[in-house]
Each structure stands twice: as C-alpha cells, then as structure tokens.
Nanobody, 123 residues
Framework: QLQLVESGGGLVQPGGSLRLSCAAS????????IGWFRQVPGKARERVSC????????SYADSVKGRFTISRDNAKKTVYLQMNSLKPEDTAVYYC????????????????WGQGTQVTVSS
C-alpha cells in the first residue's frame, strides 16, 4: 500500500515559481515511476511529467518543457516538481501518482494517486 501526499501549491503571479512535493506517508516510492498530472474542471487530466524509479529518465509534456523539472530523492521518499516561468494556463489541480512503467507514466499503469494540490497563476 502506498499513500501519496502533495504539498507546495498556492497562488503565484505569472512568471513566478513554485515547487511541488509528493511524499509517501505510507509505503515507499522506490518501486514506482512517479508522475505529475494536472486537471482543470471540465477538461481531461493531462500528464505533466514523469520520472523513472531510479530517477535516471524523465519525460515532460510539450506545454511545460524547459520550464518544469521533475526530480526525486528516494531516501526522503519524495518527488519534486520545480515549476518556473509559470503561466495562467498552468492553473490546475496537480496530482502525483505512482505507476510501474519506465518514465512515461501512462494512466493505465497508475496504481496510486495523491489527493491533489491547487496551483493558481494569476496577477
């Protein structure tokens, strides 16, 4: 059993930065690829980024490439999403999720989801 807890969301101005954290409150992240997803009400959930179990391989949605960076610290049982140059269209609820497939994190292979953290980018 794995329980994921996101933190670090909030309100930020366009161009600003936030760092999201995904921690395992129960269980360990070591066995899983970890992905960050986001969802806006009325729209489909979007996969933002994914990192392999070892941290050696990552992937990003085209919409966030060059602005977001995913990383993990297995000793701290935490995965991070550093978000820079934020835009209003990044506003969403961000979820972390644990799966078993490489560094692509397809939703069909996700076993566990966090509860989500709100990110709002607005002036």
């Amino acid at each position: 059993q794995l329980q994921l807890v996101e933190s670090g969301g909030g309100l930020v101005q366009p161009g600003g930065s936030l760092r999201l954290s995904c921690a395992a409150s129960e269980g360990t992240l070591d066995y899983y690829a970890i992905g960050w997803f986001r969802q806006v009400p009325g729209k489909a959930r979007e996969r933002v980024s994914c990192i392999s179990r070892s941290g050696g391989s990552t992937s990003y949605a085209d919409s966030v490439k060059g602005r977001f960076t995913i990383s993990r610290d297995n000793a701290k049982k935490t995965v991070y999403l550093q978000m820079n140059s934020l835009k209003p269209e990044d506003t969403a609820v961000y979820y972390c999720a644990a799966g078993t497939s490489g560094s692509s994190c397809p939703e069909a292979d996700i076993y566990y989801w966090g509860q989500g953290t709100q990110v709002t980018v607005s002036s």
